[in-house]
């Protein structure tokens, strides 16, 4: 599974960003699709993941009811609209994708995409 996440740029805070992440290999529609980020100097932290059908979804405190996870699957695709951005959501973003419906560790996610930088000015 190869994963290409893009969409990340330099905003204000109160803006907006929509990233995107295409799915392509094996398999490709099954399986929990996921977000992550890792600001500056900082480990990389859990922001959100989608269940196969969308049924269960799960956010980062930091930013429910901010940001919001979709998937379609015809088209191989996972998207994260963000808004109401902040200086603190400044971080290199990855798409992720794992093969349990619910993952709940590090490596149950097994594939990463290379990083899309967001950065909020302030």
């Known amino acids: 599974v190869q994963l290409q996440a893009s969409g990340g740029g330099l905003v204000h805070a109160g803006g907006s960003l929509r990233l995107s992440c295409e799915v392509s290999g094996r398999n490709v529609s099954s399986g929990t699709r996921g977000w992550f980020r890792q600001p500056p100097g900082k480990e990389r932290e859990f922001v959100a993941f989608?269940?196969?059908?969308?049924?269960?979804?799960s956010y980062a405190d930091s930013v429910k009811g901010r940001f919001t996870i979709s998937r379609d699957n015809a088209k191989n695709m996972v998207w994260l609209q963000m808004n109401s951005l902040k200086p603190e959501d400044t971080a290199v973003y990855y798409c992720a994708a794992s093969p349990k419906r619910e993952p709940t560790a590090r490596h149950d996610w097994p594939y990463w995409g290379r990083g899309t930088q967001v950065t909020v000015s302030s």
């Open positions: 989608i269940t196969w059908a969308g049924s269960r979804l």
